[in-house]
């Protein structure tokens, strides 16, 4: 437990020095579980968000786009089962008023239990809705209440004619969406892990009833294949739990969640649920609208039934940054053969923040300036960095620290002979390089 706690400590405070992650609201004593997405962060996640997009939406014929509002008409969470069901159990310790989900409350340790030199005295567990409420227009009444949305789905759902007619789509066909979620967690922490805002990623894939079963372990297999092959985790880092029907959500017949070994243990990243004709269904019956599809050759129509992967890009981000955390003795030259540890970010190169970082080796001109150069014909294509402070040696060690997969340097050799040393972060393989050779030699290298 202590190894995993270190290395917890470590992605924590390499998250917040290399600007990844920082706390909310700081200056003020932050919010609890708010975080912030620095300058690496924000690019970190874009990549992961764009790499979802490509293998979700992108590379297949099957599967469109969409973008819905946080806020929604409150007749949607009325239909979904969201008002009445979605809830947790909580329990309120009677001595020091600590309040917690009834599912963790035996995880608090010896000395969290000690209040006042009394044990906690927890009280029977009670629903506590996770939606967050808020009023739209000048009075707070129950007319103008509202919602922030808990998922992003039911927008895939309400929208679900307009995308099929105006898309001209037969069944199987998904709709897909990135978005921001609000959940009032009454459990929240292991930083970015449990947050009460934070952006998921849906996909409602809709089919005939009866073809649901074969369709779900097709998006099974599918998302085993993302999380290993594209998004680079360890194979044993990852398994799938296969919820057990007491425990399965108002709206599920079946659920199989996607676990990932993180510092603190085995925990949820992803999940896929049969949500059968359940959204469509209510939807009907709240609002009238016809959400049916035409069986052409029976001339009747039906309820399509929905398989839907879900993704939690913020969990999949620290399973990216703990996955990839190394720590190694110094290997950067003479001037760094101190007994020091070096971190090394081993990120997937589609997913690096910075793809290349370009280094003059003094900051004297002409160097300097043929590094800008070479610098402003780089970010055309790529997320570059430019650093001149500090020995070469140690400049390394910082671009491996943020995972940057290469590293350009310009020396008193390039006036000469035009060329820069390209060094790989893996292997430390240095290559020669032609300046006006440098996009196609990337472009090879960062053909994803």
């Not at 973008?67 to 159990?89: C, L, Q, Y």
């Not at 040393?421 to 440098?438: A, F, G, N, P, S």
């Amino acid at each position: 437990m202590k190894e995993k706690n270190d290395l917890m400590d470590k992605v924590i405070n390499l998250a917040k020095r290399r600007g990844f992650i920082f706390p909310g609201s700081e200056i003020y004593g932050g919010l609890a579980n708010s975080y912030d997405y620095g300058p690496l962060g924000v690019e970190l996640f874009r990549n992961i968000s764009s790499l979802w997009w490509k293998k979700f939406v992108q590379e297949r014929d099957d599967v469109v786009g969409l973008r819905g509002p946080i806020i929604m008409n409150s007749k949607v969470w009325e239909a979904s089962g969201h008002i009445k069901n979605f809830t947790d159990p909580l329990v309120e310790c009677k001595i020091c008023h600590m309040r917690l989900r009834a599912d963790k409350k035996d995880e608090i340790t010896d000395h969290e239990k000690s209040h006042a030199g009394k044990k906690v005295e927890w009280t029977e567990p009670k629903n506590f809705n996770l939606l967050f409420k808020t009023f739209i227009g000048t009075t707070e009444d129950a007319k103008s209440a509202a919602y922030l949305r808990g998922e992003t789905a039911q927008t895939m759902f309400t929208d679900f004619k307009l995308v099929q007619e105006s898309m001209r789509r037969k069944l199987p066909f998904g709709i897909a969406q990135i978005g921001r979620s609000f959940r009032n967690e009454i459990t929240t922490g292991n930083l970015i892990f449990r947050m009460k805002e934070f952006t998921i990623a849906e996909l409602e894939y809709f089919v005939k009833p009866g073809e649901d079963d074969q369709v779900f372990e097709a998006w099974l297999d599918y998302q085993q294949e993302f999380f290993i092959k594209d998004l680079g985790l360890k194979k044993e880092h990852v398994k799938t739990v296969e919820l057990p029907k007491d425990e399965l959500a108002h709206y599920s017949k079946r659920t199989v969640d996607t676990y990932y070994k993180f510092p603190f243990g085995w925990d949820e990243m992803a999940g896929i649920a049969n949500r059968t004709d359940y959204d469509l269904k209510n939807h009907i019956e709240l609002s009238g609208a016809n959400l049916r599809v035409k069986d052409e050759e029976a001339q009747k129509e039906f309820i399509p039934y929905v398989v839907e992967p879900t993704f939690g890009l913020d969990r999949m981000m620290l399973a990216v940054l703990a996955d990839a955390y190394s720590e190694s003795e110094a290997r950067s030259g003479k001037e760094d053969a101190v007994h020091e540890t070096e971190v090394i970010l081993r990120l997937p190169k589609e997913l690096a923040p910075i793809k290349i970082a370009v280094l003059p080796l003094s900051r004297k001109e002409p160097l300097t300036r043929q590094s800008s150069g070479v610098l402003k014909m780089l970010q055309k294509h790529w997320m570059c960095q430019y650093d001149e402070t500090a020995s070469i040696g140690k400049r390394y060690r910082r671009q491996d620290e943020i995972g940057t997969p290469y590293c350009v340097t310009v020396d008193f050799e390039t006036a000469n002979d035009k060329k820069v040393t390209v060094r790989d972060r893996d292997t430390m393989k240095q290559d020669r390089i032609k300046i006006v050779e440098l996009v196609d030699y990337f472009q090879e290298k960062l053909n994803f």
